[in-house]
């Protein structure tokens, strides 16, 4: 079709997307309006949940052992 994404395959399956120049600079324009400046990993790790590991029982306590490493 005219005007439409036209998707490619290899052996099967999609591989590559050709559109227009036009909707790839649009889509260029957008990516580039919503991205956000990347994350250090100290703020990517400060939102994970936090186990309070005195609280946890039995089977749920986390038994944190080290393993052996051979050098």
Known sequence: ML???Q????SGKRAV???SEQDFEALQRSAAAG????LSF??????IPKADIDQLE????LNMQPR????
Do not use: I, K, S
């Not at 998707?7 to 290899?10: A, E, K, P, W």
């Not at 991205?35 to 990347?38: F, Q, S, T, Y």
């Not at 039995?58 to 306590?61: C, N, Q």
């Open 3 to 5: 005007g439409m994404p």
């Open 7 to 10: 998707h490619v395959t290899r």
């Open 17 to 19: 997307v050709v559109l």
């Open 35 to 38: 991205a956000a400046a990347p």
């Open 42 to 47: 100290v703020d990517h790790l400060l939102p």
């Open 58 to 61: 039995g089977e749920e306590r």
């Open 68 to 71: 052996e490493v051979n050098f």
